[in-house]
Antibody
Framework: EVQLLESGGGLAQPGGSLRLSCATS????????MSWVRQAPGKGLEWVSG???????YYADSVKGRFTISRDTSKNTLYLQMNSLRAEDTALYYC???????????????WGQGTRVTVSS | DIQMTQSPPSLSASVGDRVTITCRAS??????LNWYQHKPGKAPELLIY???SLQSGVPSRFSGSGSGTDFSLTISSLQPEDFATYYC?????????FGGGTKVDIK
């Protein structure tokens, strides 16, 4: 069974940092694209960042230069390093697996339960 | 970036109703369009991918259609477990973008 388990959320001050983790199991991690998607309170879904199976990375304009997606294939784990956090980054962050190898031209077929990030002083 | 516009933002329906949600892209995206169901406190679930392909395990009362810029999701006979928020998402190009969502609640 494919499983995704996010962790690392919490309270951070504006300008601070957090690192989210997404531990995966049940599939060959390095063969699939993965994404981070967030939902701010009372808002809809917003794609944040993605990594292809080949390791190419992509970002939303709202986080480019502040967030970094990475992975450790030996640990089957995806990460999101979030720096220079802003109040508008407050959200529930989901990790999601793609149907295939590429971030685009496919679909997010398995999602985790999410980890909550709050940015406030 | 490709903008996705869903309508209506919300609707009230009864069990057994046929429900249709529409989604329009700001530029042509072929059939790179996916639909998700999201319930409070749960992970979003993929319903339809590539505009009209039913994800494994999803009931056949869900169907999708469209290509280019105009798409729709239809629930043929609404069931109690279908009350949720539905999102379209384009996967034609990064950044991936979602519609604003359609909340389906009980009339």
């Amino acid at each position: 069974e494919v499983q995704l388990l996010e962790s690392g959320g919490g309270l951070a001050q504006p300008g601070g940092s957090l690192r989210l983790s997404c531990a995966t199991s049940g599939f060959t991690f390095g063969n699939y694209a993965m994404s981070w998607v967030r939902q701010a309170p009372g808002k809809g879904l917003e794609w944040v960042s993605g990594m292809s199976g080949g390791g190419h990375t992509y970002y939303a304009d709202s986080v480019k230069g502040r967030f970094t997606i990475s992975r450790d294939t030996s640990k089957n784990t995806l990460y999101l390093q979030m720096n220079s956090l802003r109040a508008e980054d407050t959200a529930l962050y989901y990790c999601a697996k793609d149907h295939g190898h590429w971030v685009a031209r496919d679909a997010l077929d398995i999602w985790g339960q999410g980890t909550r990030v709050t940015v406030s002083s | 970036d490709i903008q996705m516009t869903q309508s209506p933002p919300s609707l009230s329906a009864s069990v057994g109703d046929r429900v249709t949600i529409t989604c329009r892209a700001s530029q042509t995206i072929s059939t790179y369009l996916n639909w998700y169901q999201h319930k409070p406190g749960k992970a979003p679930e993929l319903l339809i991918y590539a505009a009209s392909s039913l994800q494994s395990g999803v009931p056949s009362r869900f169907s999708g259609s469209g290509s280019g810029t105009d798409f729709s999701l239809t629930i043929s006979s609404l069931q109690p477990e279908d009350f949720a928020t539905y999102y379209c998402q384009q996967s034609y190009s990064t950044p991936l973008t979602f519609g604003g969502g359609t909340k389906v609640d009980i009339k």
